[in-house]
């Protein structure tokens, strides 16, 4: 594409400007090489502008940059205000604006976005509307999957897997909109169909992240300007602060009455081995009953989301039940099988609130006793460890405090730490920092109707240790420790 076609619509600088063709577009100097533009980020722990001189030996010529750099006179130097802002608008304009051709929903709260991308998904597909994810799990649509290395990818990578779901005959994606996402433009230029508020709590405070919970919030408002729609979670107190920044029709849900889409009831039920919930909603009006394939009002609640969106692309109220029934979410109370009379669900809850909600969330079925394991990413903030040693202490019936991705703090440290919260609130407990043992350990101890929640890796197969990613796979652990259960070991 020529580079004039580009920059189209930025504004910029450049002293020696000719117009070239540009194969590609990188940020990474490692996988930069001739023809390409390279764009200089700054980063929260490095600058792009550092690596220029080793982006030029690959043969790169053409740089994007917020200030001058030394390099020799055959390198054209476009200088531009907000480098991370004009890869967004450039990232558009190489794939030729794919979110023109494809509606894109956006999510953003702080808990339930992957969980309701994915009930999203199930729904919309049901109703034949070929619909994909990009999120935390990755990006999904027919049978293809997508790494990501973020919840909202990079800007260049988000626009060009919407450019391919759109080659593909995506007609949706449901896209997971953190704030970091926000602050950083990786959205910038995504046309949103539609955007949804699931809920707010104070998270993602700290070491490269938000300065404060006001300007995390913040961030959170700034997706519906952007949107031709809004979905907003009318339950939360943040709902009105989120309506006042929305631009175009807003649709509300949620228990109040108030609500376009109300949640009157909820009953737990079974689906084969599954937790699932059965609930009633008024729909503007209209009452309506269907199943979720997933445990605890929460995911009822979430799931008028889903209800909303069915009407809105015109699915109907049985196709909706259908998908509702169909979904499945990687890590996200995930309920294994196999596992004798013991009930083993996978949860990537990582701090209070969510270690709360699925614990809460199985004590509503049938049980003996809850057995829950987790740990704390190192480097995060501390209050984390404070609230998941209070929960777990408080509501289960024994605690496994294991590691979570300490990268390079001292792994006893963490779990001893955990563990005067766990006790101070009465809980029984055992620390066992190797995170494969700790599981071993759990699934040994389970007795016939007892529930493990492994909670925190959740969909992750590695963890993170001295700055390194290990293989880590979870599931398999757990059937690595039923399977010396059974042969006595």
């Known amino acids: 594409m020529k580079l004039s076609k580009i920059l189209q619509g930025l504004d910029f600088t ?25 764009v200089c980020l700054v980063g929260a722990l490095t600058d792009g502008h550092k690596y220029v001189q080793s982006a030029y030996d690959k043969g790169t010529r053409v740089f994007l940059c917020e200030h001058k750099i030394d390099l020799p006179e055959d390198a054209m130097i476009i200088i531009t205000g907000n480098t991370r802002s004009a890869l967004a608008k450039i990232s558009c304009n190489f794939f030729s604006n794919p979110s023109q051709e494809i509606k894109v929903i956006g999510l953003t709260g702080t808990k339930g976005k992957t969980t309701t991308a994915h009930i999203v ?30 919840t909202t990818p990079e800007s260049y990578e988000l626009q060009k897997t919407l ?24 959205v910038d230029g995504t046309e ?10 104070p998270d993602h405070v700290g ?4 300065d404060s919970h006001e300007e995390y919030a913040y961030w959170k408002t700034q997706l519906f300007p952007m949107c031709k729609k809004a979905i907003v979670n009318i339950d939360d107190p943040f709902s009105s602060e989120i309506i006042r920044n929305c631009c175009g029709e807003v649709i509300t849900y949620g228990k109040s009455t108030d609500a376009d889409y109300i949640l009157e009831s909820c009953q737990k039920v079974r689906l084969g081995n599954l937790f699932a919930t059965n609930f009633h909603t008024t729909a503007k009006g209209e009452s309506k009953e269907f199943t979720v394939a997933l445990p605890g009002e929460i995911n009822a609640h979430n799931s008028l989301i889903a209800v909303a969106l069915a009407d809105i692309f015109g699915v109907s109220d049985e196709n909706t039940d259908k998908g509702l029934q169909k979904v499945f979410v990687k890590g996200r109370c995930e309920i294994l099988p196999d596992t004798q009379n013991i009930t083993v669900i996978i949860d990537y809850a990582h701090n209070g609130v969510s270690l709360k909600s699925i614990i809460d969330t199985a004590k509503e079925y049938e ?14 903030t501390e209050c984390r460890r404070k609230e998941l040693g209070t929960v777990s202490g408080e509501l289960s019936d024994f605690t496994v405090i294991t590691s979570d991705d300490p990268d390079f703090e001292d792994p006893q440290a963490i779990c001893e730490e955990i563990a005067a919260h766990c006790k101070e609130a009465g809980g029984k407990y055992v620390t066992i920092p190797d995170r494969g043992e700790a599981v071993n350990y759990a699934v040994k101890m389970a007795q016939d109707g007892d529930i493990v929640i492994l909670a925190g890796k959740g969909h992750e197969e590695y963890i993170k240790i001295n700055g390194k990613l290990l293989p880590f796979n979870e599931r398999e652990e757990v059937i690595k420790a ?8």
């Open 14 to 38: 450049c002293e020696n400007f000719t117009d070239r063709e540009i194969e590609d577009i990188a940020y990474d100097s490692r996988k930069t090489k001739q023809g390409f533009l390279f």
């Open 121 to 150: 998904k199930s729904v919309l597909n049901e109703g034949g509307i070929k619909t994909g994810i990009i999120g935390t799990v990755g990006s999904f649509f027919g049978d293809r999957f997508i790494p990501t290395a973020n």
């Open 163 to 186: 450019r391919i779901m759109a080659d593909n005959g995506c007609e949706a994606v449901v896209l997971e909109v953190s704030s970091l996402g926000l602050k950083h433009h990786r």
């Open 192 to 201: 949103f169909y539609c955007g949804a508020f699931t809920n707010l709590f």
């Open 207 to 210: 070491t490269n992240e938000h």
């Open 367 to 380: 049980h003996n006793r809850i057995i829950t394991l987790f740990g704390s990413v190192g480097g995060r």
């Open 482 to 489: 039923f399977k010396e259960k059974k042969e006595g070991k």
